[in-house]
């Protein structure tokens, strides 16, 4: 397998890497979550293996953080190794191949592709996290899944091993991916086929549209998560959350967005992880209760619950 990444060994500083305590909550994009036990920022694919083969040899367990824009983090802590892709964000072109790591949050690598003259990915403005992420749960919008551009994914196993997907799209579907619900490797970088284009002004000026629209959704005005619940088949999840009349319902400090019923808010920074999940659980009671209708979460856990 050809990929784009370097095998050779280096001497590691593990004092350098790992992070004890990390505390997690101001990495969400909603505020809140406990500490990881411990942490790191690997930068490059020999300290990402690197790290992988230590929490092997170690019995910790392992989790992955990308945008933990997401991801609910458990006030308990997560056990074990977190291993943050944040630095994991370079890019580079080949032809018509945009090519970005796991790590590089998805505005920015559309900016980038923009940038670099090539369109396809800009109709997903506006969608925080980061590009593996995005891969994870298929993110969409504006009638576009990041799966349909997508050509390649390279992935690395628990024992080290690095791999290419070439990517076939009927593995993709509504928020789901091949990588979905996998605990067992982690996404390292993605290979985009797109459109070479000289109009760059109007295809930035295309992205930023979108994203002010989403803006003025007010899926921006406060902590979250953005979307809970998955659409179910035929029907939309914040139109049901809102039938049931459960715009603004609180518990504790987490909200239900008076903006968007499938948003909830930390509106004044002191919601914790056990009131979202609450207030999730009372959603999914309250709407099968009343509808006859099982919401589905769209977003992750992450830690003792």
């Known amino acids: 397998m050809a990929t784009n990444v ?14 004890e305590n990390l505390e997690l ?3 969400s994009s909603i505020q809140c979550g406990g500490n990881a036990q411990w942490a790191a920022y690997p930068a490059n694919f020999e300290e990402l293996r690197f790290l992988i083969t230590y929490a092997r040899n170690n019995d910790l367990p392992l989790s992955i953080l990308g945008g933990a824009t997401n991801t609910l983090i458990s006030d308990n802590g997560v056990e074990g190794l977190v291993i943050l892709t944040n630095h994991l964000a370079s890019r580079h072109v080949m032809g018509e191949m945009f090519c970005v790591r796991s790590g590089c949050p998805l505005e920015h690598a559309i900016s980038q592709a923009i940038e670099d003259g090539l369109e396809g990915l800009e109709m997903l403005g506006g969608i925080p996290g980061s590009v593996g992420g995005a891969i994870y749960g298929n993110s969409g919008a504006n009638g576009v899944q990041i799966g349909d551009l997508l050509y390649y994914v390279d992935y690395m196993t628990l024992d080290g091993k690095l791999h290419r997907m070439q990517i076939h799209h009927d593995e993709f579907s509504y928020r789901q991916s091949p990588f979905t619900g996998r605990d067992d490797l982690i996404i390292y970088e993605a290979g985009f086929r797109l459109k070479p284009t000289t109009q760059t002004s109007e295809i930035r000026k295309r992205k930023d549209t979108i994203k002010k629209h989403r803006k003025q959704k007010g899926l921006y005005d406060y902590p979250s998560l953005g979307s809970i619940f998955k659409n179910p088949a035929g029907k939309k999840a914040a139109a049901l959350i809102d039938a049931c009349a459960l715009k603004g319902h609180t518990i504790g400090g987490a909200s239900i967005s008076p903006t968007h019923a499938n948003i909830i808010i930390n509106k004044e920074g002191k919601a914790t992880s056990a009131d979202v999940r609450a207030l999730i659980e009372y959603i999914k009671t309250t709407v099968q209760k009343e509808l006859h209708i099982t919401l589905e979460e769209e977003i992750q856990y992450l830690g003792h619950w």
Not at 8 to 17: A, W
């Open 25 to 27: 909550g101001s990495h």
């Open 6 to 19: 370097s095998n050779r060994v280096e001497k590691i500083n593990l004092d350098h890497l790992l992070i």
